[in-house]
């Protein structure tokens, strides 16, 4: 990539951060590329759709969140690497407003921007729920497909002013709910 259409890249993706996280993940693309003083096309050549915007936005959040699940694979307690990593996968969707819909949508549309990192994080939560299962941690009786709903849900609760403040609440209700030990 040449150097101007990195710093291009680089400028967007720096103010779609802040765009995203102040109004939201369906922020006007037009404001974004006006506050980072490039053209519409030009946002358009770097990021066809809202999907890849939102896949770039996310990628570094999902890297950390995968290498998160890798090292709590070999955590002491499983069930409390299970419910770390779980914390973290809300933590990471509640930094934008609104992405949970897209972040789930694309789970199940293969051709959506968004569809390996999500999947690897529903690989990565179901690898930790796995562990958790054999060693006795965690309910028999959900997958990981449960897991990453119940994910969404938490992190929808966030994105609600009325139940924000209940959050962490329903999260401990939650995982009190999947662990069959507490850790």
């Not at 996968?89 to 199940?108: K, L, P, Q, S």
Request: glycine share 6%; charged share 25%.
């Amino acid at each position: 990539m040449r150097a101007d259409a990195r710093k291009n890249y680089d400028r967007l993706l720096a103010v779609a951060n802040v765009v995203v996280t102040e109004e939201g993940a369906d922020a006007s693309l037009r404001d974004i590329a006006r506050r980072a003083d490039v053209g519409l096309g030009t946002m358009y050549r770097r990021f066809p759709t809202r999907e890849a915007l939102l896949e770039a936005l996310l990628r570094t959040n999902f890297d950390e969140l995968a290498a998160k699940a890798a090292a709590l694979e070999s955590a002491d307690q499983a069930g409390g690497a299970l419910v770390a990593w779980l914390r973290d996968f809300v933590a990471c969707a509640d930094n934008y407003r609104g992405v949970i819909a897209a972040m789930v949508a694309a789970i199940e549309d293969p051709e959506s921007a968004l569809h390996a990192s999500c999947t690897a994080m529903k690989a990565a939560g179901a690898r930790l729920l796995a562990r958790a299962q054999a060693a006795g941690a965690a309910r028999t009786d959900i997958d990981s497909t449960d897991l990453y709903a119940l994910g969404a849900a938490l992190a929808w609760v966030g994105d609600q002013p009325a139940f924000a403040s209940r959050a962490d609440h329903l999260f401990d209700i939650i995982t009190g709910a999947i662990l069959t030990t507490r850790p």
